[in-house]
């Protein structure tokens, strides 16, 4: 039997610079704004629980940084809360059209599209791993937003930045333009 081995999961809090911000140029790493000197940095990172008025944001990071633990966590964080909430793993569906109707049948999605005052935070996991071509997903995942009112969904995707396609940023900016935030 092989096995891949599984190391602890720590409960740390991960925190996200805004895209295109650089490390420290003294040390290479980012300063941990909870640390003993974190009173005294003029950091950018945020924790997305500290995002919740943003209707739409993409976690990007290589692999095995802690993008599906943070959205996990979010998950929870929001279902506590009594939010509706959906986490989406494209990476373990067998197709597009299966995560689809997942997420479309599911008691949650249904309840909030009967409820116009709720919102739902839509948490969508793999964007870069799903089966299917990139600009096949990219086409199938805008036109279920389509569908989905904007105004009162909270959008978290993850994936790999090399892999994320720049025409699904391009219609994630476009779709979520002027939504709450």
Do not use: I, N
Not at 121 to 137: F, G, I, N, P, Q
Not at 138 to 144: A, G, K, S, Y
Not at 146 to 154: F, H, K, V
Request: aromatic share 8%; with cysteine.
């Amino acid at each position: 039997m092989c096995g891949v081995a599984v190391g602890p999961r720590y409960p740390w809090v991960r925190w996200w610079p805004p895209a295109g911000s650089e490390p420290s140029p003294v040390s290479g790493f980012r300063d941990d704004p909870d640390g003993p000197y974190g009173h005294l940095l003029d950091h950018e990172e945020l924790r997305l629980a500290d995002c919740d008025d943003v209707s739409c944001l993409v976690l990007f990071g290589d692999a095995g940084m802690g993008k599906s633990a943070e959205l996990a966590v979010d998950f929870r964080r929001h279902e506590m809360a009594g939010r509706y909430s959906f986490l989406l793993d494209l990476g373990g569906s067998q197709s597009w059209g299966a995560a689809r109707k997942l997420l479309l049948s599911s008691s949650e999605v249904v309840s909030w599209r009967a409820d116009p005052d709720e919102q739902l935070a839509l948490l969508v996991d793999s964007v870069d791993e799903v089966s299917t071509s990139m600009r096949k997903l990219t086409d199938q995942l805008l036109d279920l937003l389509a569908e989905l009112p904007c105004d009162r969904l909270l959008l978290r995707a993850a994936g790999r930045s090399a892999a994320f396609p720049s025409r699904l940023r391009d219609g994630l900016d476009a779709r979520f333009a002027g939504c709450r935030d």
